[in-house]
């Protein structure tokens, strides 16, 4: 199992500094989870500032917006737009009628609790909840998505599990006493973890073969034993 900051080290190396999403605050950064399904980065910016500069990045404008114009936008964001149009209303109804439109004041209380208020948002789990607070500065754990875990997994940290969620726990567990406290970093390293698992470490087909980190990675080695069996 490989040192997590030198993995991290070698990672950035590889890719550079990672951009972060150009969306700030938690109300941002939960239309920032909505403006896409399955589409690349670069048009789920292109959506969400498309949304900022036509109708307002803030939950008055958004819920008084024309609705034609939010169908017109969401339409840019992959398949269902109804309901991405649909999303983005709830996103704005809540944060106004429980929040007074203003949902920086989750950042005032508790991590539980503002967790929980996230969670109320449409697909904001516990995964989603614990990035957007991460990247507000709040919080010292690193949240994973599929393509990180799954990274962190073949490198070696944590054990093979039946299901997701046990694998997730494991992992959790494995990297909690190398992790860095400061949540910039840790944003880093989320998106870094991320990056690899979307271009190199895939599911199906991972390119070992250039691959930054496969000298500290456990299943690197064995696949390319399998292949010559």
Same mark, same amino acid.
């Given at each position: 199992?490989?040192?997590?900051?030198?993995?991290?080290?070698?990672? @950035?190396?590889?890719?550079?500094?990672?951009?972060?999403?150009?969306?700030?605050?938690?109300?941002?950064?939960?239309?920032?989870?909505?403006?896409?399904?399955?589409?690349?980065?670069? @048009?789920?910016?292109?959506?969400?500032?498309?949304?900022?500069?036509q109708v307002g990045m803030?939950?008055?404008?958004?819920?008084?917006?024309?609705?034609?114009?939010?169908?017109?936008?969401?339409?840019?964001?992959?398949? @269902?737009?109804?309901t991405r149009v649909f999303?983005?209303?709830?996103?704005?109804?809540?944060?106004?009628?429980?929040?007074?439109?203003?949902?920086?004041?989750?950042?005032?209380?508790?991590?539980?609790?503002?967790?929980?208020?996230?969670?109320?948002?449409?697909?904001?789990?516990?995964?989603?909840?614990?990035?957007?607070?991460?990247?507000?500065?709040?919080?010292?754990?690193?949240?994973?998505?599929?393509?990180?875990? @799954? #990274?962190?997994?073949?490198?070696?940290?944590?054990?093979?599990?039946?299901?997701?969620?046990?694998?997730?726990?494991?992992?959790?567990?494995?990297?909690?006493?190398?992790?860095?406290?400061?949540?910039?970093?840790?944003?880093?390293?989320?998106?870094?973890?991320?990056?690899?698992?979307?271009?190199?470490?895939?599911?199906?087909?991972?390119?070992?073969?250039?691959?930054? #980190?496969?000298? #500290?990675?456990?299943?690197?080695?064995?696949?390319?034993?399998?292949?010559?069996?």
């Open positions: 199992m490989p040192d997590f900051k030198d993995l991290i080290g070698q990672l @950035r190396k590889h890719y550079g500094e990672p951009a972060l999403p150009p969306a700030t605050g938690p109300f941002e950064l939960v239309i920032w989870e909505n403006a896409c399904y399955l589409l690349p980065d670069k @048009r789920r910016a292109e959506v969400f500032e498309s949304l900022r500069r803030n939950a008055a404008a958004i819920w008084k917006a024309d609705r034609n114009t939010l169908l017109a936008l969401a339409t840019r964001g992959g398949m @269902r737009p109804e999303r983005w209303l709830e996103i704005a109804r809540i944060t106004l009628e429980q929040f007074g439109g203003d949902l920086d004041r989750i950042l005032a209380g508790t991590y539980q609790d503002a967790k929980r208020a996230l969670k109320q948002f449409p697909c904001i789990g516990d995964p989603g909840a614990e990035k957007i607070l991460m990247l507000c500065g709040m919080g010292t754990g690193l949240p994973l998505e599929s393509n990180g875990l @799954r #990274v962190l997994t073949r490198v070696g940290y944590g054990r093979a599990q039946k299901s997701y969620g046990a694998i997730y726990r494991s992992v959790q567990e494995a990297i909690r006493n190398e992790l860095p406290s400061d949540p910039a970093t840790l944003g880093h390293a989320h998106l870094l973890l991320r990056q690899h698992g979307k271009t190199l470490c895939k599911t199906n087909g991972p390119e070992c073969g250039v691959c930054p #980190v496969v000298r #500290v990675c456990a299943f690197g080695p064995r696949m390319n034993t399998d292949k010559h069996r």
